[in-house]
């Protein structure tokens, strides 16, 4: 068996922040959290084997936790399996292995890689305290605190029910504490809690008690290794914008975020801050923290936020303050909605010199749109893309097969819509229905109308771009037979129209991966199923299920 060393490991320096106000916030604030000394704390970044561009996407929630904590006088080491295949193999160096507390931030697909290291963890440095949080503890908080160890933390193929993670090798659980939603406020009340002996199984980012989010130190992408912030800035931005002023010849990107909150509600959506009132950080704030990122060298910033563009009066008041600042000399990508889409705001994007814009179109469909409470206008779909086009953006569509409402109808006018646009449209994304932990979906099913089909976390990697991946959800108007087809003619119809040359690749990609990973005996596989059958057994291929 051969070792994997973990070799993404960067140790901060010591840094006390002469400014550490989150924790003079809170003691202030009255909720007895007080500064608990020194400790090493290892935050572990799992890895993403599934995605193309994870170096240049790196996980700010972690990362937040990090800063934080080293703002509050702790040691803080990262390990980032971020560009890692993992396959199980694991050994983790005495620099990190040494440590008072080790911190998992993980989604959903990264659940079994995280449980595997925690016990790996825990089998070596039994006294460490070992901390689960981020978006998969946050929605399922009582599985991931009893989950104990497993005789195999990956399996193949798909599941019909859920498994049950507290049944294992022992009835350990691998996991000290859960740190549920927002969690810088927690960690800081648990560490003082663990340091007192107290220790609870849960902590709650509690969203009335929410953080100012200027007071939250900046996220520690200074830990990561070099290569994760001088990554692919292309597979991003498209093109080469601003070349790194450090780097000659490299165009990375690195992630921000302005705002926590979307005040929407999509079904399919599991974002931590749905249907929260958005709070947004001050423009003095992100310009702070755009500085620190050009002094590393980066002058492309991905906006990470959910709807970039939902507040038109501080989205002018950010971008005049960028431009103020920085003028032309950096380049970014935005994500939003089509109805927060207009020419004043297309203004207000150039002003900080966005080139890159992505809409959450979804379906082509209106009847999907509303079975999804998308909350969105097939009309708003294709002005969203025609002002960003006549703007002179890089338009990019996220598109979604088999949302609540899917037919085979509505894929057909998917297509439609699809030809409509093409001249405006550069890009597409074609993603499939997943039930994700945390959405409508996942917590309610049967009145979302879907047939969840696959239990298995290690399959939510998904992506859609290929005739061959496998669904996870069956919408109620459509067989097993038709979800695939439906997959099937959206990608074909891609392909037809010529689109997105990078996400082509992505699929030959994949499929190398998978090959590599087949070869090496590693635990986890894809399997790309071409029929119902074969994947799910008794699936009752040709019966309709349409009016359940
Ligand atoms: C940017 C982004 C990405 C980026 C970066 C990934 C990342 N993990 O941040 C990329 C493009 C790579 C990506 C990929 C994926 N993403 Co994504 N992504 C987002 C997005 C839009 C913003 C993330 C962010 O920066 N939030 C802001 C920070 C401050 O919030 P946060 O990450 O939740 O962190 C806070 C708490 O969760 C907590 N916390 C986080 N980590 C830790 C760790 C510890 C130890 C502690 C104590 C606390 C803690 O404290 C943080 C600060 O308060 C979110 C939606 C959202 N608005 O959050 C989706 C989201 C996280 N993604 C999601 C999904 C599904 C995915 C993919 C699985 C998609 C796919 N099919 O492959 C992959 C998984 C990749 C991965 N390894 O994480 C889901 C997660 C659902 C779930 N049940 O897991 C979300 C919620 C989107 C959604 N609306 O459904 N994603
Ligand atoms: S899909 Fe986007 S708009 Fe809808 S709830 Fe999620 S983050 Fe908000």
Redesign the pocket.
Known sequence: MSVIPLKSLKSSAYQISPASHIGDAISASGLGVERIPRKKIH?V????P??A??KT??????L??AGLLRAEGHEVVVTSM?DKRYEGNIHLPDEVMDADVH????????FGESLELAAYIKDRAPQALV?????????EPAEVKAAVRQAAYHVKGSLRERRDYSKGLDNRPLFDTV?V????R??LQ?LTDWHHGRLQPFYY?DKQDAMDLDAIPFPAWDLLPDDHIFNDGIAVMKKPYRESHKRPGSYPVM?M?GT?G?PYKCI???????GQKPRYRSPANQIAEMQAIFDLGVRQIKW???TYTLHRTKLRELAEAIHAEFGDSFASRV?TRVNTMDDHIAHSLHLMNCKVTCFGIESGSQRVLDANMKGTTTEQNTRAIKVAKEHGFFTVAFLVAGLAGETVETAQETMDWLEEVRPYLDSCNL?VG?P????RFWTHPVESQIEIVDYNYDN????GFSARDEIIVRPYGVTYDEMFKIKENLFNHLVALGYAKAEWDEDVRIRKQQAQAEDAGVLKTWTYANAAEERYGSAPGGISYAGH
């Open positions: 935050c970044l799992p890895s993403s599934w995605l561009d994870s996407n790196i996980p700010l929630g972690v937040y936790i971020l911190m998992f931030g993980f989604c959903t697909p990264q901390v689960a949080g981020g978006p998969h503890p946050s929605y740190i939603m927002e969690g810088e927690a960690t648990m980012g992630s975020i926590r979307c399919y959506c599991s974002t931590p801050w749905i990470q936020d959910d994500h993603a997943i994700y932990p945390g959405s939510q990697w998904i992506v």
